[in-house]
């Protein structure tokens, strides 16, 4: 199992940036997948998720309205696209694998969960810095 993400980068309070997540060494349309970031002196928190389809998406409070998560089946690719940033969302941004397969629908803590250690495999972390 491998997870390549890219796409960070440096800009301005109030701009944008997409990320991508390549996924391979897996079947990747059976997996959710999540977003999630880690700042500098701070722990890993949770970003993003998007069921299997791409059906389901869930948001952290900080970044609903801004952050969209989406997913190209086809291309075994998740997407973060981030707009209106700011200084706050400087972090390193890390794409993650949902442990159980085929979790894939609901809403409830267990099918949409957000808690770290229910991904198994991770990518390498981008990073995305926001000046003011």
């Known amino acids: 199992v491998q997870l390549q993400a890219s796409g960070g980068g440096l800009v301005q309070a109030g701009g944008s940036l997409k990320l991508s997540c390549a996924a391979s060494?897996?079947?990747?349309?059976?997996?959710?997948m999540g977003w999630f970031r880690q700042a500098p002196g701070k722990e890993r928190e949770f970003v993003a998720r998007?069921?299997?389809?791409?059906?389901?998406?869930r948001y952290a409070d900080s970044v609903k309205g801004r952050f969209t998560i989406s997913r190209d089946n086809a291309r075994n690719t998740v997407y973060l696209q981030m707009s209106s940033l700011k200084p706050e969302d400087t972090a390193l941004y890390f794409c993650?694998?949902?442990?159980?397969?085929?979790?894939?629908?609901?809403?409830?803590?267990?099918?949409?969960?957000?808690?770290?250690?229910?991904?198994?495999?991770w990518g390498q972390g981008t990073q995305v810095t926001v000046s003011s």
């Open positions: 998007i069921s299997c389809t791409g059906g389901s998406t």
């Open positions: 993650a694998r949902d442990r159980v397969q085929a979790r894939c629908g609901g809403t409830s803590a267990y099918t949409a969960t957000t808690a770290t250690n229910d991904y198994d495999y």
């Open positions: 060494g897996f079947t990747f349309s059976t997996y959710s």
